[in-house]
């Protein structure tokens, strides 16, 4: 079964460098999604990226943080300048369209994650 | 902004047992998700629930959609030691454009065995 992939699993970074996550979605996938889980909290939603452009991204995207595809597999997350509350688990994931080209009611799939510890 | 809860946050039961979660959204939803993460893993995807009182079965499980589209449940029948995880529902706005999913607090399930 297709997977969603990350690289690295986990990335150590001293605070105020750049650090960038990598993904692949699964190949037929149109939707990509970056999430991050605090350790012991719950999911939260970065940013999502269709047709090669943000299409929704949440309060935590600040500036700091960028998104690009830069070939057709590749799906990266840029944080500028660390802090040490970035320290996080970081999700991809990527869904589909259905037959009629919608997104709605797709479930998305998330790769197995890069721990990211800020020092 | 929108709001998912979950309760309980942590459930501890005895194998064989039944477990439930309950999921509330701050807003009409136009979906629901329900995802597993085990312990040290990444979320998976169990089911979607679309309709308005919508009840879906997998197996022990048993997934609701309230008739209000604001809240859910998960019910595992006779729990086994494979259940152990935690449990987030996950909620989608109306509206173009609301790709994103909404996760609740999610409810940490161990079993003792």
């Known amino acids: 079964e297709p997977e969603v992939t990350q690289t690295p699993s986990h990335q150590v970074t001293q605070m105020g460098q750049e650090v960038i996550l990598r993904c692949v979605p699964i190949?037929?996938?149109?939707?990509f999604y970056w999430y991050r889980q605090i350790l012991g909290q719950k999911v939260e939603f970065l940013v999502s990226?269709?047709?090669?452009?943000?299409?929704?991204k949440s309060e935590i995207f600040d500036d700091q943080f960028s998104v690009e595809r830069p070939d057709g597999s590749n799906f990266t997350l840029k944080i500028r300048s660390t802090k040490l509350e970035d320290s996080a688990m970081y999700f991809c994931?990527?869904?589909?369209?259905?037959?009629?080209?919608?997104?709605?009611?797709?479930?998305?799939?998330f790769g197995d994650g890069t721990r990211l510890s800020i020092l | 902004g929108q709001q998912v809860m979950q309760i309980p946050q942590y459930q501890h039961v005895q194998e064989g047992e039944d477990f439930t979660t309950y999921c509330n959204s701050s807003?009409?939803?136009?979906?629901i998700q329900w995802y597993k993460q085990r312990p040290g893993g990444h979320p998976v995807f169990l089911i979607q629930?679309?309709?308005?009182?919508e009840v879906k079965k997998q197996k022990r499980l048993t997934f609701q959609f309230g008739e209000a589209k604001k809240n859910s449940s998960l019910h595992i029948t006779a729990t086994q030691t494979t259940d152990v995880g935690t449990y987030f529902c996950?909620?989608?706005?109306f509206g173009l454009g609301n790709e994103k999913l909404t996760f609740g607090t999610g409810t940490r399930l161990t079993i003792i065995p």
């Open positions: 996950a909620g989608r706005r």
């Open positions: 629930l679309v309709k308005s009182g």
């Open positions: 807003t009409t939803l136009s979906n």
């Open positions: 990226f269709y047709n090669n452009e943000i299409s929704e």
């Open positions: 994931a990527s869904s589909p369209r259905d037959s009629k080209h919608r997104l709605l009611n797709q479930p998305q799939h």
């Open positions: 190949s037929n996938h149109l939707y």
